[in-house]
């Protein structure tokens, strides 16, 4: 027991930050999303970099979350959709960089509202 537990914290000391041994919340403060809308079919927001290097290969989770008319009677199948993008970078320490993002085939119609959402899957860390 001791042993699998020494090993467990050894790997997770030499992970690189950003990697999969993360806890969510420390990716989310190291790159952050601005608020993201929707504007002329597309969905817009700002990445910061808030950590000390660059950054590239950020992965993200789009999300264009529906919420019916009638929330208590939903349809059989939700209009939303959620797609994986990848921004290449580099994103400068401390820098921002705008995202624009045009779902392929264009945005759904319906007679609800949408709204998006934007998670940070992973990134990669320069000179760790």
Do not use: K
């Not at 090993?7 to 930050?17: E, G, L, R, S």
């Not at 208590?72 to 921004?87: K, L, Q």
């Not at 705008?98 to 085939?105: K, N, Q």
């Amino acid at each position: 027991m001791r042993v699998a537990l020494f090993c467990w914290v050894v790997a997770v000391a030499f992970a690189a930050p950003g990697s999969a041994l993360d806890d969510p919340s420390e990716i989310d403060a190291r790159v952050v999303v601005g608020d993201a809308l929707v504007r002329d079919g597309a969905i817009e927001a700002t990445l910061t970099n808030r950590t000390p290097r660059e950054i590239r290969d950020v992965r993200l989770l789009i999300e264009y979350v529906y919420h019916w008319p009638d929330e208590m009677h939903p349809d059989d199948e939700s209009p939303g959709r959620t797609w994986p993008h990848v921004v290449p970078g580099p994103i400068a320490p401390g820098a921002s960089e705008a995202l624009r993002f045009v779902p392929p085939g264009g945005l759904p119609t319906a007679p609800g509202r949408f709204t998006p959402a934007i998670q940070i899957l992973s990134f990669t860390e320069q000179g760790v």
